[in-house]
């Protein structure tokens, strides 16, 4: 295994500005200098300090229990309700007319939420649950647009003791099947359907087919937004709206474990089957907290909105729990960045005065390419705070972010973390660390992130290697649903000790961490990590294919694209009209944005002498540069000869 290089060379820094320092939060080098030793030579003090600002229903007896490793337990033996910390704390206090979620449609539609309604309507949905016989224990299926609703059906499930497991609007039936059996959901929340682009996205009927067949499943509880045709199955499907007018809106918060489950997501693992990871309840929600407060520096005033879908991890720790724990006022939006017109997050910010806006580069990317007046047009000026997740951000996208949206005015916060860490684990804290762009700069308090070899040494200035941690946190994974076998393998024995989830990065001199990408086979379209193998499979599950592979080659605007190399069965015949067949095949079994953007077809695959495909080579061959890496275990040279020539 050969170290990572990197090529990228970057001088320009950009210190916080005067004015921004003085109002921040955290404006003080060495106030931020002495937090952070003390979060990491100290955990126990500074952990218990932060936890005790959450409202808890019965204190913890013990800070952190890392006996049994790596599965921790923070704040064991305390009680919470995340809807409660979220919901209820600010509802009965002075935020309770504040408004908590400002929601606007696709179309145009909008809708407020102070926290007090807020609260109102998380019981309701709350009792409604109950009267589906919904439980403590339970894991219930969330397939939603981005609707009120969405966040509000989250909130219900803790509320109500129920982990939730919330599937992306885009993916598949096929998705939501393997999601629900594993997960043994016996609850589904969708709605009749979501605008996209001016179009309806038919969420419940990819339920219904999802579900067809399979046992389990007694309620699927319907949202109406859209208002169009749906079919019914009498007895599980029910309409939301009906429901809530025959319950009360009044709902005692269950007294949860800091350690019971809060939520499974699903990932994409790099064997094929999705993971679930799973977050608990107390650790979570400080993490989450404390992260919203400090790299978001939100103040009382703020109007703070996350692009993200709450179908992914950003959407649940940056658009409800840690934003909302911190009673901040959240812009919620359902549809597309580019509808009716490419500059619909602008007028967006200028009509809510948003003053912290938090995206993916891969957005960033696309506004750029739309062009600088779609920006100009609108009075960005509220705007004090720019963030960016999913992928590392290229210097110059983000230079015209710094330029065109935020008027050379505002910190950016590029912010590294992934499902599995539940929270932001670097970014730099914007009243204290100069930024440079690209990078996600520093460890967040209580982070003790390190660059190994392939030995797990810890590396030296500008060496590229692994990016692991090295002390647990309270937002981590606390294992994969149903798999704790799984779970131990693919985090934590690559290096003994440590925890490593695949990301490959380097420290430069001044110990900024420089995030260099993936160090495996999962691909990234759109900050959207899809796993090979599960396209491969999908490709291999239509009756041409006999084989495949899949790798991910560098896309101006998605960061990735994904290139399938695919060979027939004798009969098949290769052409246009079977590549297109295949395209759709996979978006249909897995969701659009898993669709190759090249399809190639191929005699033979590169492989190991054992058997495994070289992703590697194929990935220098989508990319059309030479092999420049190891070839010794390559069974059949000229395979790779071949795929080179083959160009149809
Ligand atoms: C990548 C998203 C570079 C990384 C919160 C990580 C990033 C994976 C950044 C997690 C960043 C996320 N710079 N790479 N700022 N943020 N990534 O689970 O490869 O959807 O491991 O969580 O996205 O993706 P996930």
């Given at each position: 295994m050969t170290r990572i290089e990197h090529h990228l060379s970057e001088e320009r820094r950009f210190p916080p500005s005067e004015e921004f320092r003085a109002a921040s939060r955290l404006g003080d080098p060495a106030e931020y200098e002495r937090l952070y030793r003390e979060s990491i030579d100290d955990p126990d003090s500074f952990w218990g300090r932060v936890a005790g600002e959450l409202p808890w229903m019965k204190p913890w007896e013990r800070v952190l229990d890392w006996s049994d490793a790596p599965v921790a337990r923070w704040f064991v033996g305390g009680q919470l309700n995340a809807s409660a910390v979220c919901v209820d704390q600010h509802a009965r206090g002075e935020?309770?007319?504040?408004?908590a979620i400002v929601w606007e449609g696709e179309p145009g539609d909008k809708r407020t939420l102070t926290y007090a309604e807020l609260h109102t309507e998380v019981c309701r949905f709350a009792n409604v649950l109950k009267a589906r016989?919904?439980?403590?224990g339970d894991r219930v299926l969330l397939y939603m647009p981005m609707i009120p609703e969405a966040a509000i059906a989250m909130l219900a499930c803790a509320r109500v003791g129920a982990a939730h497991s919330v599937v992306f609007g885009g993916f598949s039936s096929q998705a939501i099947r393997d999601r629900v059996q594993d997960a043994g959901a016996t609850a589904v929340i969708t709605s009749d359907g979501g605008w996209r682009r001016g179009k309806v996205l038919e969420l419940k009927h990819e339920v219904d087919a999802a579900l067809d067949g399979i046992e389990g499943v007694h309620t699927v509880l319907v949202v109406k937004r859209v208002g169009n045709d749906v079919g019914w199955t009498e007895g599980r499907d029910v309409w939301y709206h009906e429901l809530a007018e025959q319950v009360s809106t009044d709902c005692e918060p269950e007294a949860m474990d800091s350690e019971d489950v809060l939520f499974l997501l699903y990932t994409s693992g790099s064997t094929g089957k999705p993971k679930g990871i799973q977050h608990t309840t107390g650790g979570y929600l400080v993490g989450t907290y404390l992260t919203s407060r400090y790299v978001f520096d939100l103040r009382e005033d703020d109007v703070y909105w996350c692009t993200a879908d709450v179908g992914w991890i950003t959407g649940h720790s940056y658009i409800v729990y840690g934003p909302l724990a911190n009673g901040a006022t959240v812009v919620m939006y359902e549809g597309a960045p580019n509808h009716p017109g490419p500059d619909r997050f602008w007028s967006m910010v200028a009509d809510h005065r948003v003053t912290v806006f938090y995206t993916a580069p891969t957005a960033i990317r696309a506004f750029m390419r739309w062009g600088d007046e779609h920006v100009e047009r609108h009075d960005l000026s509220s705007l004090r705070l720019l963030g960016t997740v999913g992928e590392s951000i290229n210097p110059e996208a983000w230079m015209w972010y710094r330029r065109k949206v935020g008027g050379d005015r505002c910190p950016i916060v590029d912010t590294w973390w992934q499902t599995e860490t539940g929270a932001i684990m670097l970014s730099p804290l914007p009243g204290v660390t100069a930024t440079k762009p690209g990078c996600a700069t520093v460890p967040f308090f209580g982070v003790d992130a390190a660059v190994v070899d392939e030995t797990g040494q810890e590396l030296g200035v500008d060496e590229g290697g692994y990016l692991v941690v090295r002390k647990p946190w309270p937002s981590m994974l606390r294992g994969l649903w149903g798999d704790p076998e799984r779970y131990r393998e693919t985090y934590w024995s690559r290096f003994d000790g440590l925890y490593f989830a695949g990301d490959g990065a380097r420290r430069d001199a001044d110990g900024y961490f420089w995030v260099l990408g993936r160090v495996d086979d999962v691909i990234n379209v759109s900050g959207h990590r899809l796993s090979t193998m599960e396209v491969e499979s999908s490709l291999v599950s239509h009756p041409a294919v006999v084989e495949a592979a899949v790798v991910g080659r560098p896309d101006e605007l998605t960061g990735q694209a994904i290139t399938a190399f695919v060979t027939l069965g004798p009969d098949a015949p290769a052409g246009d009209e079977l590549r297109k067949q295949l395209v759709e095949h996979v978006s249909k079994e897995i969701g659009k944005l898993a669709r190759p953007a090249e399809l190639r077809f191929a005699n033979a695959l590169p492989k190991t002498r054992s058997g495994k495909i070289m992703r590697r080579l194929l990935r220098d061959i989508a990319a059309g540069v030479e092999t420049a890496g190891d070839t010794t275990t390559l069974e059949d040279f000229t395979v790779l000869a071949s795929l080179r020539k083959y160009d149809d």
């Amino acid at each position: 295994m050969t170290r990572i290089e990197h090529h990228l060379s970057e001088e320009r820094r950009f210190p916080p500005s005067e004015e921004f320092r003085a109002a921040s939060r955290l404006g003080d080098p060495a106030e931020y200098e002495r937090l952070y030793r003390e979060s990491i030579d100290d955990p126990d003090s500074f952990w218990g300090r932060v936890a005790g600002e959450l409202p808890w229903m019965k204190p913890w007896e013990r800070v952190l229990d890392w006996s049994d490793a790596p599965v921790a337990r923070w704040f064991v033996g305390g009680q919470l309700n995340a809807s409660a910390v979220c919901v209820d704390q600010h509802a009965r206090g002075e935020r309770a007319q504040k408004r908590a979620i400002v929601w606007e449609g696709e179309p145009g539609d909008k809708r407020t939420l102070t926290y007090a309604e807020l609260h109102t309507e998380v019981c309701r949905f709350a009792n409604v649950l109950k009267a589906r016989g919904v439980s403590r224990g339970d894991r219930v299926l969330l397939y939603m647009p981005m609707i009120p609703e969405a966040a509000i059906a989250m909130l219900a499930c803790a509320r109500v003791g129920a982990a939730h497991s919330v599937v992306f609007g885009g993916f598949s039936s096929q998705a939501i099947r393997d999601r629900v059996q594993d997960a043994g959901a016996t609850a589904v929340i969708t709605s009749d359907g979501g605008w996209r682009r001016g179009k309806v996205l038919e969420l419940k009927h990819e339920v219904d087919a999802a579900l067809d067949g399979i046992e389990g499943v007694h309620t699927v509880l319907v949202v109406k937004r859209v208002g169009n045709d749906v079919g019914w199955t009498e007895g599980r499907d029910v309409w939301y709206h009906e429901l809530a007018e025959q319950v009360s809106t009044d709902c005692e918060p269950e007294a949860m474990d800091s350690e019971d489950v809060l939520f499974l997501l699903y990932t994409s693992g790099s064997t094929g089957k999705p993971k679930g990871i799973q977050h608990t309840t107390g650790g979570y929600l400080v993490g989450t907290y404390l992260t919203s407060r400090y790299v978001f520096d939100l103040r009382e005033d703020d109007v703070y909105w996350c692009t993200a879908d709450v179908g992914w991890i950003t959407g649940h720790s940056y658009i409800v729990y840690g934003p909302l724990a911190n009673g901040a006022t959240v812009v919620m939006y359902e549809g597309a960045p580019n509808h009716p017109g490419p500059d619909r997050f602008w007028s967006m910010v200028a009509d809510h005065r948003v003053t912290v806006f938090y995206t993916a580069p891969t957005a960033i990317r696309a506004f750029m390419r739309w062009g600088d007046e779609h920006v100009e047009r609108h009075d960005l000026s509220s705007l004090r705070l720019l963030g960016t997740v999913g992928e590392s951000i290229n210097p110059e996208a983000w230079m015209w972010y710094r330029r065109k949206v935020g008027g050379d005015r505002c910190p950016i916060v590029d912010t590294w973390w992934q499902t599995e860490t539940g929270a932001i684990m670097l970014s730099p804290l914007p009243g204290v660390t100069a930024t440079k762009p690209g990078c996600a700069t520093v460890p967040f308090f209580g982070v003790d992130a390190a660059v190994v070899d392939e030995t797990g040494q810890e590396l030296g200035v500008d060496e590229g290697g692994y990016l692991v941690v090295r002390k647990p946190w309270p937002s981590m994974l606390r294992g994969l649903w149903g798999d704790p076998e799984r779970y131990r393998e693919t985090y934590w024995s690559r290096f003994d000790g440590l925890y490593f989830a695949g990301d490959g990065a380097r420290r430069d001199a001044d110990g900024y961490f420089w995030v260099l990408g993936r160090v495996d086979d999962v691909i990234n379209v759109s900050g959207h990590r899809l796993s090979t193998m599960e396209v491969e499979s999908s490709l291999v599950s239509h009756p041409a294919v006999v084989e495949a592979a899949v790798v991910g080659r560098p896309d101006e605007l998605t960061g990735q694209a994904i290139t399938a190399f695919v060979t027939l069965g004798p009969d098949a015949p290769a052409g246009d009209e079977l590549r297109k067949q295949l395209v759709e095949h996979v978006s249909k079994e897995i969701g659009k944005l898993a669709r190759p953007a090249e399809l190639r077809f191929a005699n033979a695959l590169p492989k190991t002498r054992s058997g495994k495909i070289m992703r590697r080579l194929l990935r220098d061959i989508a990319a059309g540069v030479e092999t420049a890496g190891d070839t010794t275990t390559l069974e059949d040279f000229t395979v790779l000869a071949s795929l080179r020539k083959y160009d149809d």
